[in-house]
């Protein structure tokens, strides 16, 4: 199966939800390059969530001490708690996060980056991360970031496997 005709799975982290506007904005805005997509909160998931062929989307903020979401928390520890090669998964990665937090700005999607990257699941591009102290609103830059990535790495020849 080529990208184009592979699910795009948005997997959710969030606590006050702007994360599950972010996707649920990308699944209305992005069908034209890619079908379906598919939003999923975190919550009851496990590393079963790559079982899938599928490109993957992690789109989470951070909270407390540069932590995921408390509803992430069950699918990122399931990262380390069981392990496999992920070697198949193809990912990006949408980090919320604000910068009066500096030491731990964006670490929810960071840390989803470096465990999904110690298993060998492969990211496309850059982690794009989002300032809530910017002045730019998340929704509409995540949903133009997701395009570009979109048109930049859902190429036959970046993710044909
Ligand atoms: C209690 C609290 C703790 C936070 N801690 C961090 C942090 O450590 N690092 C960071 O970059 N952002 C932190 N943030 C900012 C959020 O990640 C940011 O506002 C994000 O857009 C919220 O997304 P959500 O509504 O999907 O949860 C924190 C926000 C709150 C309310």
Redesign the pocket.
Known sequence: MNAASRPLIIL???????????ARAIEMDCADLIQPIEVHRMEGLDIRAFDRDALYVI?????????V?QNAQTLYESLGSEPRYLGHVRYGVI???????P??????GLRFDERLADLGAVRLGEVF????SDGTD?VAAGVAWCRNWLAQCVKPSSIHT
Request: hydrophobic share 30%.
């Open positions: 959710v982290g969030t606590v006050t939800n702007t994360a599950e506007q972010v789109c989470s903020s951070t909270h407390g001490a540069g932590d979401p980090a919320l996060g604000d910068s009066i937090y030491n731990t700005f964006c670490h929810g991360r989002h300032d809530a998340a």
